[in-house]
């Protein structure tokens, strides 16, 4: 259990530069075409943690994630992946990417968030920008078949085939 005296204040140190974050920030809003983006950091004590983007193009829209997290075993993951809709709405896409993926040699050596700097989310940005890339393409072409069928259910006056 992570008691709360464990958890380090966020405001006391940061993990990466904040011009590499703004930087990378930026890239994803362009991918994706939205401009709600929000960068968060898990730092504890005893070394585990993690980072991660999330954006949105509104509620119930289009959204993903890009993260890691960090294993005191050394075991550390990451997720990439964008969606449209999620739980609880009528229209919602399948989940394009993955989540709890083995990272391997972004973070060799990397056994706390201590030892993370700008060169690790660099070469982890380098991995995702391509997976960000893929995965939006393949929302935006659901979402699109997804209006075709809609317009094509209204025009034929609600009656499914």
């Known amino acids: 259990m992570i008691k709360l ?3 380090l204040n966020e405001g006391a140190s940061k993990m990466f530069s904040q011009s590499l974050t703004s930087k990378i920030e930026n890239s994803i809003k362009k991918i994706a075409g939205v401009s709600d983006i929000d960068y968060t950091e898990h730092r504890f004590s005893d070394g585990g943690g993690g980072f991660k983007w999330i954006w949105t193009s509104g509620r119930g829209m289009k959204s993903g994630v890009a993260g890691v997290s960090l294993s005191r075993d050394g075991k550390h993951t990451c997720t990439v992946k964008s969606y449209y809709g999620g739980m609880g709405y009528a229209t919602s896409s399948p989940i394009y990417g993955h989540q709890g993926k ?5 973070l060799k050596g990397v056994n706390s968030w201590r030892d993370l700097d700008d060169t690790h989310l660099t070469a982890l940005w ?3 920008e391509k997976e960000v890339k893929k995965n939006e393409k393949a ?4 979402w699109d078949g997804e209006k075709k069928r809609t317009q094509d259910y209204y025009a034929g006056g609600g009656v499914q085939d």
Do not use: L, P, Q, T
């Not at 929302?139 to 659901?142: F, G, N, R």
């Open 5 to 7: 005296k464990n958890i």
């Open 102 to 106: 083995k990272v391997g040699k972004e």
């Open 139 to 142: 929302v935006s072409k659901w």
């Open 126 to 128: 380098k991995m995702w």
